[in-house]
Each structure stands twice: as C-alpha cells, then as structure tokens.
C-alpha cells in the first residue's frame, strides 16, 4: 500500500477512535462496493464465507507475524472492547483463587482495577494515584502478593501519558496486559505475557472489535455457570466466529496490519514513534510557555499531555489549532489541558506540522 496524503486530510490527534493510514483508508475506499472483484462490499458477506474467513485468517496471520506471537498462543478478535476484557481475564484466570494484584498508573488500570474488584480481591502492587498518575514507581518498591493468581498492568496509560518502558518483572505468576494504546508501537516478547488485550480503536483499526492474545495453556478454566460469551475456550474453539463477529472492524484490522508489514513492520514503526515523542516532548521541554507533568523517563510515546502557562489560553488554542488543521487536541475531560495522541498511524510530518503551530502560538501570545 502506497504511503501518499489523501486529499483535504487534516492531521487527527484523536486518542480514540484515532486516525488511521491514509493507505488504509484508500484501499478500503477502492474496495468498498465491490470487493476483490466478487461484486459486494466485505460488511455484506456471511462471516462463514469463503471471502471472509480468508480475509480473517489473513489478519490473524499477519498479526502473528508482526508481533511475533507464537503457535502456543490463541489470537481472539472479540467484541466488547478493552472494557470487556477487564472481566474477562479475571474470570478466565482466577481458577478459584480470590486474589489478583494490580498496577494502578492511571486512569484505565483504576477502571481495570474497579471491575476486578466485583470478581477478587486487588492487591495494588503499585498505586500512583495519589501523586496523580506522574510516574511509575522503581520494582523495589512494587508490593506483589506470592498468591496472587495473575498480576496485571496497563502497558501505557492514554490519558495520563504515562508508559512502561521494559515488561514488568513479575516472577513466573501469569502476566495480563492491557496494551490497548501502545499495542504494535514497539516490539513485544510475547512470550513473557499470559494475556495481552487490546482494543482496536487506538492503534489497530475502527472501534468495533479487540485483540485479545492469550497463552493457550490457560484456556478451559473458567467456571462452568459463567455465560458462554465471556469464556476463552468457547471463541477459541469457534475461531472467535461463536457467534457474527464484527466483521467490518476485523477487516480494517488486517487492512492496517498489511500496511504496517509493508512501513516495515513493528521495528521500523518503533523507530519512527521514538522520533516522533522526542520531537513533541524537545519542543514542550525547550519552552516555559508549555509543560508535561510525568517523569521523563516514563512519558508515553503515544500520548502527550501538555498544558499551557496560562490555561485561559487553552480554547484560543485549540481553535486556533483546529482552524490550522490540527484536530483534537483536548485532553481527556478527568484531567484537562492538551493532549496529543500520536499513533502508529501519525507519520513525523503531522507531529512537525504540531510542533511549528505550537512555536507560532507562543510567539503570539507568549
Ligand atoms: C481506550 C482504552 C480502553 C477502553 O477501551 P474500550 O475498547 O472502549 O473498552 C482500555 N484501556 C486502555 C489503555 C485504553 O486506552
């Protein structure tokens, strides 16, 4: 797929739904009414088509490739986003063990943590909130229970802009991560997680569906009365096809992972990403008129929150931005100010085009 601007694009900072590849966009629009010649669009097919489960399994096959998964481990599209996914892990790993520790570092591990608690008992292993989500804390000081039946983390924080550099280590207890936003950013020792969930509309395809990569050792000990739809071993059986899946958002998916293949796939989209956050986070730390809150060595490469000197001028700026073709830069409405989402999806040129606004804005008006 070709990587060119299309047409009257601006540039989407959305943290989600986010933008997507214009290549990916493209192909989707060529092939909308009339998909590969067979004379219907792809959400008009019967998922049990020959045309659709080839589409799926070429997703899941280049997902496989992309993130090194290996055979021992059962790729899961499923519905119900990253939400779901924090009931369905515990359910699907607790195997009568009433007790989980969890990383609290921001505001989706705190949602992760309040669904787990209807289901277990939470230890915070690691609690950061009360210094209002700036940082993650050194391993000496992370509290884990030898008991716990799995340990979970959020491998970057979208709305506090706060990202694990290195997978925690956790001794050999089943580690369960929501990568919802940093999924496919960076490589990933797959190997290392019992579960890696992600939503798909951060970095991955339109909302609609979620990846879910779980070691398949680990499937079949859900309790017998929970309902079949939050059961692993149920969708792998089906080849996530126990009942329709969502298959428009599941073709997107393969679209986007066909087009990372053809950027170079994870480690060439890594390098760019690094690229990008120094440039944002050089020109936010080179100004006083700008500021990030987290600690330098645990900043998101995906999600840069920044806020101004003077918040009064946060509406002039955002419409300013807006009017500059720089769209959705208000930060999560929990804490205010600007953030920008800079996904795998986001070439250098957007966040240039970010960073020369912000110079001209604090000229004006600094
Ligand atoms: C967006 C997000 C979620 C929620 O995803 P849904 O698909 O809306 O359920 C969970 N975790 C993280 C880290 C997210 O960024």
Not at 116 to 133: M, Q, S
Not at 167 to 186: K, Q
Not at 257 to 276: D, P, Q, T
Not at 336 to 344: C, K, P, T
């Amino acid at each position: 797929m070709r990587s060119e601007r299309l047409d009257g694009r601006a540039w989407n900072f959305s943290a989600g739904p986010s933008a997507l590849a214009d290549a990916v966009l493209e192909r989707a629009r060529d092939e909308l009414t009339n998909w590969h010649g067979r004379g219907l669009a792809v959400m008009e097919m019967s998922h049990r088509s020959e045309e659709f489960v080839g589409i799926a399994n070429r997703a899941e096959r280049d997902l496989r490739e992309l993130m090194g998964i290996p055979d021992e481990y059962a790729v899961l599209f499923l519905q119900g986003g990253a939400t779901l996914q924090f009931a369905m892990a515990p359910l699907n790993l607790l195997r009568g063990n009433d007790a989980a520790d969890y990383f609290r570092t921001g505001l989706w591990s705190e949602k992760a943590v309040a669904e787990a608690r209807r289901l277990c008992r939470v230890n915070l292993a690691v609690d950061t909130k009360g210094d209002g989500y700036r940082s993650i804390p050194a391993p000496s000081e992370w509290r884990l229970d030898p008991g716990a039946a799995f340990v979970h983390y959020t491998s970057n924080e979208t709305i506090h802009g706060v990202q694990f550099r290195d997978v925690p280590e956790c001794g050999d207890r089943p580690l369960v991560c929501d990568m919802s936003s940093d999924i496919l950013s960076r490589p990933v020792d797959v190997s290392r997680f019992a579960i890696i969930y992600a939503g798909a509309q951060k970095n991955i395809g339109p909302a609609g569906i979620a990846v879910v990569i779980v070691r398949r050792d680990l499937i079949g000990g859900a309790a017998a009365d929970i309902p079949s739809m939050l059961d692993y071993a149920i969708h792998e059986k089906a080849d996530s096809m126990f009942n329709t899946p969502p298959t428009l958002a599941w073709y997107f998916a393969g679209l986007t992972f066909e087009w990372l293949k053809g950027e170079g796939g994870v480690s060439a989209l890594s390098e760019r990403n690094a690229r990008k956050a120094k440039l944002l986070y050089d020109a936010i730390d080179a100004s006083d008129f700008y500021a990030n809150p987290v600690a330098p060595a645990d900043r998101s490469q995906m999600n840069v929150p920044f806020t101004l000197a003077d918040a009064s001028l946060e509406s002039r700026f955002l419409s300013e931005a807006e009017a500059a073709g720089l769209l959705n830069l208000a930060g999560h409405r929990a804490v205010g100010g600007m953030r920008a989402s800079i996904y795998n999806a986001m070439p250098l040129e957007g966040v240039q085009a970010l960073v020369d606004f912000m110079k001209d804005f604090e000229r004006q008006n600094g």
